[in-house]
């Protein structure tokens, strides 16, 4: 404080900083910091340097906030009217004016009608342009201090005064202030005194004053808003002209430049006209409003269709962001501007893309639920050019350097079964799903083409289909020759674990899913580990006891032969925790109610589906027509109930289902079992697991065992990993049981050539290095 009158600028910057920062975190008290800071604040309010007095003003500003009233009028109010005065510099009643605006909320409405009311209107009057237009900025916030009353009858007489200022930055901020204010105003000052004015900045833009074009299409939508219902027949005519005007600025001929402009000023001007047309944008659902949804056709299809179409990237993006807006408030008249969906999605600017995509899952609801029944077939004939601009949108996307907006957009086509039908998302992008996960580089994006594609088989229409995907998953993925793939495919076991019931996880993908503990590669194992509390969690018990005992013998095995001594650690903190899980039962219980009632309807759906699909083919039979998806939906919310029906039973593939199951389950799981159950290789593989759960003693498994391994081994002879007896276990694993295998090797220690075209050795470090933050 004692050289702040002979420091630089640097460090009155950062004292004004430090006494601001003090002030917030109470460092002191309000009587102190008023007695010890304040009059330094003061001080230095009419520093030289803009920069530095601005800063000063900014901590003032904060403070005044906090004073008491004593303290703000002797220190601050009283001095003020000698800062304002014509005599003191441009700076200083700038200054001052700031210092009005917010001092009004602290006094009562005497004093400031008696002391503040005074200097306002002086300063509104000063000889210098710069002082009006900031005095007539505060304006507002002295209206909202000051009450109705004063401020119709002293603010709205210097507001229109202000507007017919010489200075085009006064009528600016007086324009901008009135519109601020329409809602202080009654329906008899609108229509008498303010809609003149703006009808006089309307006509003024044009002709003499384009300064004002920006603020103005910028602040149409609160016009609009303000001041509707005052405006007679023609005068809404004439505003909706002029807004069809300012959105076609600078596009038209008329609107041409002049010849004797130089290149900056035609730059200038053209960066001015498209800050106009992007304002229009932002503001069209606001004008929506104003002619009424119904009259969108007519009044305002045009200029929609121009502003989708306009040559600026920042009109377009605009556009795109309002499109939801847009097409809520059309409602049923939604299948109107479905070819101007089709266009922003095929833009060639992906920002655009960006912007449009946030909300594309309610759009395209909206259009594929809306239109009246007239328009059935007009709503519907623009849905084939949907699937193509849906599809070059996510390929523009792929192929540029921008993976969030590809990610984005995989994640919003999940909404895509509740829009088109399921052969089409088969067709034309379950593949694509499938072609992003295997050779994509960006982590996030394979993880959000995973995610889709589980929902695209959540929602898949026929068996055979479903089965199909299912078998590639497996096969190209959790027995795929590259670790990478092997991964994701554990990534896609946890998706599905999520959406799909315990009963369908448990069905194709358990089985699969360990056998990935004999991966070679130590980051799929250590992945897997992080895994095995959900894998566990899909499994009810008694019906899959026979699943949990060969989790028991996949962990018993890692802890066993696990040379890996990151993976070691990982398995000793799993074992913790699933020892500590509780099993599901197949009755309720109270713990699990939730959850067990979420599970049942997910898989109350997934019958539903095999159900909707036999009615299908009977349908189709009967008169050759297919079922609808809205006749699916109807269907889906009819047979809700709180509880299966007792005739319905889910098979899970495991020792005791080999022999008992019928000839249709045969045919129908052949695809799954001809690829990923091999007697041979899986008798091969869990040859030597006897001889390890026969070691009774910890010190068998490492020379030096800490604590923590102690515990874990001692762990493995509680309940849910003990093992029911020597017969059992060598039934549970004879060779005659169908069980996954794999056509990699079954050592850790496989010549790392067979992990495919990621080479193993080098990645392990490398990802590693990634477990903690993917």
């Known amino acids: 404080m004692e050289v702040l009158h002979v420091a630089g600028v640097e460090m009155q910057l950062t004292a004004a900083v430090s006494f601001l920062t003090i002030l917030q975190e109470d460092s002191v008290s309000i009587h102190t910091y008023a007695h010890s800071f304040l009059q330094v604040i003061l001080l230095h309010l009419e520093h030289r340097d803009a920069g530095v007095s601005n800063a000063w003003l900014e901590t003032l500003l904060f403070v005044i906030e906090v004073l008491p009233k004593e303290t703000l009028r002797h220190e601050i109010l009283n001095p003020l009217v000698s800062k304002a005065q014509l005599s003191q510099t441009v700076q200083s009643r700038l200054v001052s004016c700031k210092i009005l605006g917010k001092l009004t909320n602290k006094f009562d409405a005497h004093i400031i009608k008696r002391e503040i009311l005074p200097l306002v209107k002086s300063l509104c009057q000063d000889v210098e342009y710069e002082v009006r237009s900031c005095m007539c900025r505060q304006l507002e916030n002295i209206a909202q201090g000051i009450g109705t009353e004063l401020t119709k009858s002293v603010v709205l007489p210097e507001l229109i005064e202000l507007s017919r200022d010489e200075s085009s930055s006064v009528r600016l901020a007086a324009f901008e202030t009135l519109v601020n204010l329409l809602d202080i105003f009654d329906t008899d000052d609108r229509s008498q005194t303010i809609l003149p004015l703006v009808k006089s900045f309307c006509e003024k833009s044009f002709k003499a004053d384009e300064s004002i074009l920006i603020s103005l299409s910028f602040h149409l939508g609160k016009l609009c808003h303000g001041l509707y219902g005052i405006f007679t027949p023609d005068q809404h005519l004439r505003f909706l002209e002029f807004y069809k005007k300012l959105c076609t600025l600078g596009l038209q001929q008329e609107n041409g430049h002049s010849e004797n402009q130089f290149p900056s000023q035609i730059l200038e001007q053209e960066k001015k006209y498209i800050s106009v047309r992007k304002n229009c944008a932002y503001n069209f659902p606001a004008m929506i409003v104003f002619v009424d949804p119904k009259n969108f056709h007519m009044e305002l299809y045009s200029t929609f269709f121009c502003l989708c179409h306009d040559p600026e990237v920042p009109v377009r993006y605009t556009i795109a962001i309002c499109f939801y807006e847009v097409s809520k408030l059309l409602n049923s008249g939604v299948y109107l501007i479905h070819k101007e969906l089709i266009t922003l999605l095929q833009d060639e600017s992906l920002e655009v893309l960006d912007a449009l995509i946030d909300h594309l899952p309610e759009i395209l609801e909206l259009m594929s ?377 079954t050592s850790n220690s496989v010549d790392p050539k067979s992990s495919g075209s990621k080479d193993v050795q080098p990645r392990k470090a490398t990802l590693k290095s990634r477990k903690s933050n993917p």
Request: with cysteine.
């Open 369 to 745: 639920a809306g239109g009246e029944s007239s328009a059935q077939d007009s709503k519907f004939s623009s849905l084939p050019d949907l699937i193509p601009a849906l599809t070059a949108a996510e390929q523009r996307a792929a192929a540029s350097l921008k993976w969030r907006t590809h990610e984005k957009l995989l994640q919003k086509y999940a909404c895509l079964p509740h829009v088109i039908s399921s052969d089409q998302i088969y067709y034309r992008f379950l593949q694509r799903m499938f072609t992003i996960m295997m050779t994509n580089n960006v982590l996030p994006v394979q993880k959000a083409a995973s995610r889709t594609l589980c929902i695209f088989l959540r929602y898949n229409r026929k068996q055979e289909q479903r089965y199909e995907v299912i078998q590639k998953l497996i096969e190209q993925l959790g027995q795929g020759k590259s670790y990478w793939n092997r991964l994701r495919f554990l990534d896609t076991c946890e998706f599905i674990i999520e959406i799909f019931s315990k009963s369908f996880f448990c069905k194709y993908f358990f089985l699969p899913a360990i056998e990935l503990t004999h991966d070679p590669v130590a980051n799929v194992r250590m992945k897997l580990c992080y895994l095995l509390p959900k894998v566990k969690s899909t499994l009810k018990i008694p019906a899959d006891k026979h699943l949990l005992q060969q989790l028991e013998m996949c962990v018993r095995k890692l802890l066993c032969q696990e040379k890996d001594k990151d993976v070691l650690a990982i398995v000793k903190r799993t074992v913790l925790e699933l020892d500590r899980m509780e099993m599901s039962m197949d009755a309720f219980q109270k713990k699990f109610y939730e959850k067990d009632l979420l599970d049942q309807e997910k898989e109350r759906e997934e019958l539903l589906l095999l159900e909707m699909e036999q009615l299908e083919k009977d349908k189709q039979q009967n008169d050759g027509r297919p079922m609808s998806d809205k006749t699916f939906e109807k269907k889906r919310r009819d047979t809700k109930t709180p509880t299966l029906p007792k005739s319905v039973s889910i098979s899970v593939p495991g020792p005791s289902s080999g022999t008992t199951s019928t000839s249709k389950e045969i045919k129908k799981s052949k695809l799954i079992r001809s690829q990923s159950f091999n007697n041979q290789a899986f008798h091969a593989k869990y040859g030597n697991l006897d001889k390890c759960a026969s070691k009774s003693s910890v010190g068998a498994y490492t020379p030096s065992v800490s604590g923590l391994t102690k515990t874990c081994m001692i762990s493995l002879t509680d309940d849910s990993f003990r093992t029911r007896n020597a017969s059992s276990a060598a039934t549970s694993f004879s060779p005659n049981t169908p069980l996954p295998s794999t056509s990699r090797g």
